[in-house]
């Protein structure tokens, strides 16, 4: 199993569809996982039931994911690692658990046009969104560099990343 991690519109799934099709194993985008469960979207869950509901199903969620085990590489949501014991049930359940680091401004030029798709930048403001997201990621950083492998993504095709993690395993 080979687990992604990084902040949102840092190439999670792009880079986790390019690696497990090198490697011949399945690829699972977390989101679309908790999707399934919950029969709604992301934005939907958020929207309707809020972002501790969604936090909790999240972590459920996980959990089975993990204790399933599969031969897959398996791209986790931005904030999935940050909330209860995630980061700890994804380390204990891999050692191929991947940050991929990107810095502000590719996030900003990534994440302004996909604003809308995104309920926790939906309502920012598009000149408050750099601030937004170096504060958040200030916050988030603790539990992304508890990953024992960091990959510098800026300015990196999708494919290079995909070979550097492969590189790596």
């Not at 359940?93 to 030029?109: H, P, Q, R, T």
């Given at each position: 199993?080979?687990?992604?991690?990084?902040?949102?519109?840092?190439?999670?799934?792009?880079?986790?569809?390019?690696?497990?099709?090198?490697?011949?194993?399945?690829?699972?985008?977390?989101?679309?996982?908790?999707?399934?469960?919950?029969?709604?979207?992301?934005?939907?869950?958020?929207?309707?039931?809020?972002?501790?509901?969604?936090?909790?199903?999240?972590?459920?969620?996980?959990?089975?994911?993990l204790q399933e085990s599969p031969d897959a590489v398996?791209?986790?949501g931005g904030g999935t690692p940050c909330f209860g014991?995630?980061?700890?049930?994804?380390?204990?359940?891999?050692?191929?658990?991947?940050?991929?680091?990107?810095?502000?401004?590719?996030?900003?030029?990534?994440?302004?046009?996909?604003?809308?798709?995104?309920?926790?930048?939906?309502?920012?403001?598009?000149?408050?969104?750099?601030?937004?997201?170096?504060?958040?990621?200030?916050?988030?950083?603790?539990?992304?560099?508890?990953?024992?492998?960091?990959?510098?993504?800026?300015?990196?095709?999708?494919?290079?990343?995909?070979?550097?993690?492969?590189?790596?395993?």
């Amino acid at each position: 199993m080979v687990i992604l991690i990084g902040y949102m519109g840092s190439g999670k799934s792009t880079v986790g569809k390019i690696l497990a099709s090198e490697m011949k194993i399945e690829f699972m985008d977390f989101d679309d996982y908790i999707e399934k469960s919950e029969g709604m979207s992301i934005p939907e869950i958020f929207s309707s039931k809020g972002e501790i509901y969604f936090r909790k199903i999240e972590s459920s969620c996980l959990q089975t994911l993990l204790q399933e085990s599969p031969d897959a590489v398996i791209s986790l949501g931005g904030g999935t690692p940050c909330f209860g014991n995630n980061m700890d049930n994804i380390l204990e359940a891999s050692d191929n658990v991947f940050y991929l680091k990107a810095g502000i401004e590719f996030l900003v030029e990534r994440l302004l046009p996909e604003k809308s798709h995104r309920p926790l930048i939906s309502a920012i403001d598009d000149q408050d969104l750099s601030d937004f997201i170096r504060k958040h990621l200030f916050e988030r950083n603790f539990y992304y560099m508890r990953s024992p492998n960091v990959i510098t993504t800026d300015r990196k095709s999708p494919a290079a990343i995909a070979g550097e993690i492969a590189a790596l395993i």
